[in-house]
């Protein structure tokens, strides 16, 4: 019942969106205040017919229903209730209405939220939002339908993959989701700025905060996802430049040139083409990762069933809107507003020249990913572009970026003066010299990445607190720009220091010592643990160091139910490191019975996500921010 | 045209330039390489489904004991399943009994894509809401299975068939099975 009357309510919002994306252009173009208030009242309807569908499959996994096809294929009566609450999303029709759930979440914010924004801007907004929801609810119920019954309803479901059975999985996903689809409210209002005769200039602050929302919550999905992929998925690695993965920092990069050039275009209408340009881009690549993910058209560790109708649906889509939305600019682009000119050496300068290097690295990764599939279409066989290609071009282009971001806050609006914004930089040069000591002293010299990355990461973090103490009176003013560089200088400290990762291999049975990396190991004890759905063998083993006494428990575990074993990883984080231990598969060797071990020390890796966390605040803040400042 | 105005252009050229390049892919896409599910050695799941145009025929595991069988899932809306049909046709042509089973299809459309491509199937069984599908532990279409005399699942391919795994995998071990 509850299921049927979510299938009726994400149909009936099918059709409502239809009217959404058609009744507030006509009141727009008629200035008929009742038909755009008719827009507002549809994206609201919309919001609460796709949340009701959501949480009607919620239900149903909840409460076990397999005569749901999605629930069967998913779910199993003894998964924990957290997972059957997050395995809602985890298979690929579920994701779509979480993907849908946001972007009608985003529509009914345009609809309320903003104050200030021209009602005609908004109305148009509200449509093209409106025809990206009709375009995924199309997609949902004809290629993904989540709904389907069967009859009679196995007795039990085939359960969930158990590298998703994970609390990963509650944050990762909706974290990601929000940025990424976040991002179509950009790309709604920058086609109703291009659709809108005569605008200001300075309009461009009504996209200020949706960028700064979407881009928050990106940075906070792609944090999580790094995370997950590092502890859960036991691979020791935080970063594999997997296509799907590219996927996210795509829009992430694209968003990123858009945040600072939106500030240039709102605060002094500088580089309106260019910030419209960006907000049509980084949708565009929101929906190209997408289809990237939703086609299996890139080999992937993300990829599970996949159909090929599916690919050219959301082809087609991405086709539609990125292809409209730029025909629009073309169409309009001569006819905006110049913005004011400003000096070479200025804060715009720096912004500009951050946007450049970002964008080259965004195009450089979108090649990178495409190219097999590139040269695959052109008939020149199968290769995968791996990270040594992505190491080798992304991080020389974003090296130079770090040094910019630490130097460009310290210029003056319209026109700067490098003397007086290097008289800034002592600290930051202090910084810089202190973190690449210290990783000399601690480490040798084995790696000029290292010592480089390291620099500047301390350089960007100096530059942050000298920022911060010469705005002490005025820190909300500057929060998302001292939080997010904050972030991003310590993220980077966190990144340089996997550069300096000991792994080791081997292997033990119990009652074995072992001296590895400074570390003195035993391994203590072995027993048979049950969990709730799985089986496991679970290790004690004693790391010592010095004074640093620990016990660690990683584990073998066994899914009956998919026939699937999975390490599960014991991690020791502190602030200079993190001790990483994972157990094998039970070995026969003659008599003995042996485990494979694998010993990790990741030096600074929480740094990687403590830097991603304080980054995404950033975004927050400038949200709150906005509201302050009416730039809503 | 100004030049402004078609330096304007350049993006949407640049993404329809992109666009071309994906469909393109589209259709060369390899299919996915199993990760887990295999189901080999374990006895087939009990499978009754309606045959396609049968007349209330019905194709069932059971009716099929003792004699080994192949089993294909495919369905007329899936791109990779046109692309081995060829190797279905050339095997059809070689005496080897193969069931198809449509995986949330239409009878209609299925009727139709076989009426245009061939039928090589000895029968067409529907699964129409994908149950069986559920129990033979699908991943998407196509998959084969070979089943033998005791109904035991032998050989589980996840993709379209080609020539070189028909000829290195299927039929070796077709004739082990046919000659016991």
């Not at chain 1, 275009?265 to 960006?278: I, M, V």
């Not at chain 2, 196509?142 to 005399?149: K, W």
Request: aromatic content about 12%.
């Amino acid at each position: 019942m509850i299921i049927t009357l979510g299938h009726f309510a994400v149909s009936l919002a099918l059709l409502l969106s239809l009217a959404q994306s058609i009744i507030p252009l006509f009141g727009a173009s008629q200035n008929n205040i009742k038909k755009i208030q008719i827009g507002r009242g549809l994206a609201l309807a919309n919001f609460v017919l796709v949340a009701t569908g959501f949480f009607a499959l919620m239900y149903a996994h909840v409460t076990d229903d397999f005569s749901v096809v999605n629930v069967a294929m998913n779910s199993h009566s003894t998964k924990p209730l957290l997972y059957k609450i997050t395995g809602t999303w985890a298979s690929h029709e579920g994701s779509m209405m979480l993907w849908v759930l946001i972007l009608t979440l985003f529509g009914a914010l345009i609809a309320l939220v903003p104050r200030d924004m021209p009602l005609v801007l908004r109305a148009r907004a509200l449509a093209v939002q409106g025809m990206t929801g009709v375009g995924f609810l199309a997609f949902i119920l004809f290629t993904s339908d989540p709904f389907i019954r069967i009859f009679p309803a196995p007795t039990d479901g085939q359960d969930l993959n158990p590298l998703l059975q994970d609390p990963g999985l509650a944050f990762h996903p909706p974290g990601l989701y929000m940025g990424y689809v976040g991002f179509s409210s950009v790309f709604s209002l920058a086609a109703a700025l291009l659709m809108t005769r005569d605008i200001d200039a300075k309009w461009a602050k009504y996209l200020r905060v949706w960028v700064l929302l979407s881009w928050g919550f990106l940075t906070f999905g792609i944090t999580m996802g790094s995370w997950w992929a590092y502890y859960e998925l036991g691979w020791g690695g935080w970063w594999f430049w997997d296509p799907v993965e590219n996927a996210a920092l795509m829009p992430w990069l694209s968003g990123t040139a858009l945040l600072h050039s939106v500030i240039a275009s709102a605060r002094r209408g500088a580089l309106l083409r260019w910030t419209l340009l960006l907000s049509v881009i980084t949708f565009s690549l929101s929906l190209l990762g997408t289809f990237l993910v939703r086609s299996g058209i890139l080999t992937s560790v993300h990829t599970f069933a996949v159909d090929p109708e599916r690919g050219v649906f959301v082809l087609a889509l991405l086709g539609i809107a990125t292809g409209g939305a730029l025909i629009l600019y073309a169409a309009r682009a001569h006819q905006l507003p110049e913005g004011t000119l400003f000096a070479p050496i200025s804060r715009e300068g720096g912004l500009l020249i951050n946007n450049l290097f970002i964008c080259t690295a965004c195009a450089t990764l979108v090649t990178g990913t495409l190219y097999p599939l590139l040269l695959d279409a052109l008939g020149g066989g199968t290769v995968s572009v791996g990270a040594p290609y992505f190491n080798a071009t992304m991080v020389p282009l974003l090296l130079p970026v770090l040094f910019i971001m630490g130097f460009a806050p310290f210029l003056k609006w319209n026109k700067g003066d490098v003397r007086n914004a290097l008289a800034n930089m002592k600290l930051a040069a202090l910084l810089m010299l202190t973190a690449i000591a210290a990783g000399l002293y601690a480490y040798g010299n084995h790696h000029i990445i290292g010592f480089i990355a390291l620099g500047a990461g301390g350089w960007v973090v100096g530059a942050s607190i000298t920022d911060a103490w010469r705005n002490r009176d005025a820190l909300f003013a500057n929060a998302p720009r001292l939080l997010g560089h904050l972030g991003i200088g310590i993220a980077v400290i966190g990144m340089a220091g996997s550069v300096y990762n000991q792994e080791n291999a081997f292997t033990m049975q119990v009652g074995d010592a072992r001296d590895v990396s400074g570390y003195h190991i035993t391994f203590d004890a072995l027993a048979d643990v049950q969990g709730e759905n799985y089986l496991a063998q679970r290790g004690t083993f004693t790391v010592i160091r010095g004074d640093d006494n620990v016990t660690l428990y990683p584990e073998w575990r066994f899914y009956p139910v998919q026939a699937m074993p999975l390490s599960h990883v014991a991690l020791r984080p502190d602030a200079m490191r993190d001790l990483y231990l994972a157990l094998g598969e039970e070995q026969e060797d003659g008599k003995k019975k042996t485990h494979a071990v694998r010993f990790q020390i990741h030096p600074l890796a929480p740094w990687i996500w403590i830097g991603g966390v304080i980054t995404a605040l950033g975004g927050f803040a400038g949200v709150a921010q906005s509201f302050k400042k009416k730039w809503i | 045209m100004e030049k402004s105005k078609i330096k304007a252009f350049t993006p949407f050229i640049v993404f329809a330039l992109l666009v071309v390049f994906l469909v393109i892919g589209l259709h060369h896409s390899k299919p996915q390489v199993p990760k887990f599910a295999q189901h080999i050695g374990d006895t087939a799941p009990v499978t009754d489904l309606p045959i396609l145009n049968g007349n209330g025929a019905r194709f069932t595991t059971a009716s099929w004991h003792g004699r080994p069988y192949m089993i294909n899932f495919f369905a007329s809306w899936c791109g990779d399943c046109k692309a081995e049909h060829e190797e279905l046709m050339t095997l059809a042509a070689s005496h080897l009994p193969m069931i198809g089973i449509t995986f949330k299809d239409k009878a209609d459309n299925v009727t139709s894509y076989l009426g245009r491509v061939g039928d090589p199937f000895i029968a067409v069984a529907q699964d129409d809401n994908g149950r069986a599908g559920i129990d033979w532990g699908l991943t998407g279409v196509p998959e084969t299975f070979v089943v033998d005399a005791q109904g035991i699942i032998r050989w589980h391919h996840i993709g379209a068939l080609t020539d070189d795994i028909a000829r290195d995998e299927l039929m070796p071990l077709w004739e082990s099975l046919t000659q016991q």
